[in-house]
């Protein structure tokens, strides 16, 4: 079951298939460990999303929470350039340090959603009661996107699983890494 078997398919709708896990230990090594990389390469591309959009809500609750203490607009800039440079100390889960999320031509309607929404170009412009709408929006779909992304965790997890049970029982070994 993997994009190849359906090509119409976001990899995303196949990773989260149900059958995608079904029966793990009736399948082939190879089968299993491409089932684990196409499942690793789209909890990749959900953390990439999911980084877009708390971004988003950053650059959102910076505006509102200048608003709220009346920050001189020469600050803005300053407060949104350290939203956006602070370091993250959340260390991905799964995301093995080869894979890239995929190019953005491949995401393009989960960017261009997030694109389209003004609120990151004109959050100085817009309405606090626009900027508070903009801002549920974004974080409903950062908590979707999130719950898409522990449950592709989750099946990474079933796949590595099986992988290190055939590892433990001798089923596989390091020698069919290399053929």
Known sequence: MTDEQHPR????????????IRDLRGLALAEL??????????????????????SRLDVIDSELQR????????????????VLTAETT???????????????AQQRRAVERL??????????????????????QVNTSEQEVSS??????????SLTDELMQRYRNR???IDTLLT
């Open 171 to 173: 089923q596989a070994t």
């Open 115 to 136: 694109l389209a929404d003004p609120a990151l170009s004109y959050v100085t412009v817009l309405s606090t009661d626009d900027l508070a709408v903009a801002r549920e």
């Open 33 to 54: 460990r491409s089932r684990r990389k196409l499942a690793e390469e789209e909890e990749a591309e959900l953390s990439y999303v999911r980084r877009l959009l708390q």
């Open 90 to 104: 959340d260390e991905p889960r799964h995301v093995a340090p080869s894979l890239d999320p995929s190019p953005i």
């Open 9 to 20: 398919r976001r990899r995303r709708d196949t990773v989260l298939d149900p059958q995608f």
């Open 67 to 82: 608003r709220r203490q009346s920050t001189q607009g020469g600050q803005i800039v300053a407060d949104v350039v350290a």
């Open 148 to 157: 898409q992304r522990l449950a592709v965790q989750a099946i990474v997890d």
